[in-house]
């Protein structure tokens, strides 16, 4: 079934082609460059959903890992509080990757990324607030459950945290090579 596209913003004549976010609720002008539209262009959100679920267990596997390898320099005392210490290694993991590349390892690894509503790659700030968005989710039941309600339904597959900040996350452009 075809999904219908969405009717004109109130803010302005434009059609709705923004990936929401606090600029949507200012009504700033909509035809800034913005993230693709998801009826134009659904190349870039085929198959996200499942690209997002395995590039999580990639990440988790991977943040496991280095929880494991550092368990040695805390003398062993690490054992005594192993989920914050795997809290605190896979917060920063998020955070630097997402802010070095605008996608994890594991998004890299299925060739999707995050951006922002204007269609940049996270800068610093934004990596640490997605993260801190994914954290909360994460750590309330209902909140990851209608985050991944919202990954399933909507026409973008954002989180909660990426329908709050605004950021959507794309299958990466193939880079063309001159």
């Not at 801190?132 to 973008?156: E, H």
Request: include cysteine; hydrophobic fraction near 45%; glycine fraction near 6%.
């Amino acid at each position: 079934m075809m999904r219908k596209r969405p009717k004109a913003c109130a803010f302005n004549q434009h059609p709705l082609r923004h990936g929401g976010g606090a600029d949507f609720l200012k009504g700033q002008d909509m035809m800034t460059p913005t993230t693709p539209d998801p009826f134009d262009q659904p190349e870039f959100y085929s198959g996200i959903p499942t690209k997002r679920f395995m590039a999580w267990v990639v990440d988790a596997l991977l943040v496991l890992i280095a929880s494991v390898l550092i368990l040695p320099f805390t003398a062993f005392t690490g054992l005594f509080f192993f989920p914050l210490l795997m809290l605190m290694v896979g917060f920063t993991y998020r955070v630097a990757t997402l802010a070095s590349g605008s996608a994890t390892w594991g998004m890299r690894l299925f060739g999707m990324e995050l951006r922002t509503a204007r269609d940049e790659p996270l800068d610093l700030a934004s990596a640490f607030l997605h993260t801190s968005g994914y954290t909360v989710s994460v750590a309330m039941m209902p909140l990851q459950v209608i985050s991944i309600i919202l990954i399933c339904a909507t026409s973008r597959h954002q989180s909660l945290s990426d329908v709050i900040l605004g950021t959507v996350p794309l299958n990466r452009r193939v880079e063309s090579v001159n």
